[in-house]
């Protein structure tokens, strides 16, 4: 009995040494952001084995097979990067076209697929995101005072970076993560108008404002005038009553005094 069950566990642990183990793409990307029409491409991504041999199909908005790319080993740690091709071989009319990786035991159908799209110039990965800035209210301000604000997306996205373009005023700045734009404008700098762009890009997309800053000159200080002083009236004395002369007590007045 016990040589029976010691056969059956070495049997066992035979087949688990030698099954085979599956490995699946699980990340998959361009290898830059954009790729030019007289340039060459690559895919880079991970499988979850280490050296073994990335596929990549590209196929048109209608499925028709294009061509395909490979790594012949991915790296022991399973890294892979495809040998390089030209864009003009696969990419020949403006369009959409999904790219797919996998492996020999993956099959295409299970496997990561990303969207690209050529404009004609250009190629490059379709973002799953929208990029989009809110509305940004025209500024005026007056000289050697401050004007600030921060430019803010309409959907929240992480590696978004926010610049100024089309000739920004001397002096003026956006922080380039959070978009908060700072500017004290001197006094040679006004009275005049502004006129340029904030712009926020990810990738390949961005979205941009035109935005008005008119600087002006300082307000004129309001001189209160100074309150009229009124002369405190004169007060005349008062002339005192005459007083009545009576007769003298002695007097008999039913006599004359003559």
């Known amino acids: 009995m016990r040589i029976k069950l010691a056969g059956f566990l070495v049997f066992s642990l035979s087949i688990l040494m030698i099954a085979p183990a599956y490995a699946n793409v699980t990340t998959m990307s361009l290898g830059e952001n954009t790729y030019p029409k007289d340039g060459k491409f690559i895919f880079t991504g991970n499988e979850n084995e280490g050296s073994t041999s990335v596929f990549v199909i590209i196929r048109d908005s209608t499925g028709t097979f294009i061509g395909m790319l490979s790594d012949p080993s991915s790296e022991s740690d399973g890294t892979f990067s495809t040998l390089p091709r030209d864009v003009s071989q696969f990419f020949k009319s403006k369009g959409f076209f999904n790219a797919t990786a996998f492996t020999d035991n993956q099959k295409e159908e299970k496997g990561v697929t990303i969207k690209l799209e050529y404009d004609g110039n250009i190629i490059f990965v379709v973002p799953d995101f929208i990029l989009k800035l809110n509305p940004i209210t025209d500024q005026i301000v007056e000289e050697k005072k401050t004007v600030t604000f921060t430019a803010t997306l309409t959907e929240?996205?992480?590696?978004?970076?926010?610049?100024?373009?089309?000739?920004?005023?001397?002096?003026?700045?956006?922080?380039?993560?959070?978009?908060?734009?700072?500017?004290?404008?001197?006094?040679?700098?006004?009275?005049?108008?502004?006129?340029?762009?904030?712009?926020?890009?990810?990738?390949?997309?961005?979205?941009?404002?035109?935005?008005?800053?008119?600087?002006?000159?300082?307000?004129?200080?309001?001189?209160?005038?100074?309150?009229?002083v009124e002369p405190e009236p004169t007060v005349e004395p008062e002339e005192p009553e005459p007083t009545e002369v009576g007769i003298a007590p002695f007097v008999d007045s039913t006599k004359d005094p003559q």
């Open 156 to 228: 929240s996205l992480t590696d978004v970076v926010f610049s100024l373009e089309k000739n920004p005023p001397t002096g003026a700045s956006i922080d380039s993560k959070t978009g908060k734009f700072l500017w004290t404008p001197t006094e040679s700098q006004g009275p005049a108008t502004y006129v340029f762009d904030i712009v926020a890009k990810k990738g390949v997309v961005e979205d941009r404002k035109t935005l008005k800053i008119t600087v002006t000159e300082p307000a004129a200080p309001i001189i209160q005038p100074k309150p009229k």
